[in-house]
């Protein structure tokens, strides 16, 4: 059982940036396809980033591409850096975590995730 725990939301004004982090428990983290999701009042969650377990592919939603960035460390801490937040961007954002057996895999949906964290919470002021 992985648990995944995110740290780093706030409240910040438009146009701000911010860096969301999300640190596993598990030992062979490079086995773990790595993703992050958002739910804003009213909405469904929806896909936003993900990363392969070896960091070698990326991929990110239309609405924030340009915008965001995704890393992973060895120290099994995925992060989502955030840069000119707009205020459509304020959401509850969770990370998520899919065994791929270290292979080169990125996931888009919130059904091919195992794991999933408790989510933190993003405001953005106008």
């Known amino acids: 059982q992985v648990q995944l725990v995110e740290s780093g939301g706030g409240l910040v004004e438009t146009g701000g940036s911010l860096t969301l982090s999300c640190t596993a428990s598990?030992?062979?983290?490079?086995?773990?396809?790595m993703g992050w999701f958002r739910r804003a009042p009213g909405k469904d969650r929806e896909f936003v980033a993900t990363?392969?377990?070896?960091?070698?592919?990326t991929y990110f939603a239309d609405s924030v591409k340009g915008r965001f960035g995704i890393s992973r460390n060895y120290d099994k801490t995925t992060y989502l850096e955030m840069h000119r937040l707009k205020p459509e961007d304020a959401a509850v954002y969770y990370c998520?975590?899919?065994?791929?057996?270290?292979?080169?895999?990125?996931?888009?949906?919130?059904?091919?995730?195992?794991?999933w964290g408790q989510g933190t919470q993003v405001t953005v002021s106008s």
């Open positions: 598990e030992r062979t983290f490079i086995r773990y396809t």
């Open positions: 990363i392969s377990g070896n960091g070698g592919r």
């Open positions: 998520a975590a899919r065994d791929t057996g270290q292979d080169d895999s990125y996931y888009l949906s919130r059904a091919d995730y195992d794991y």
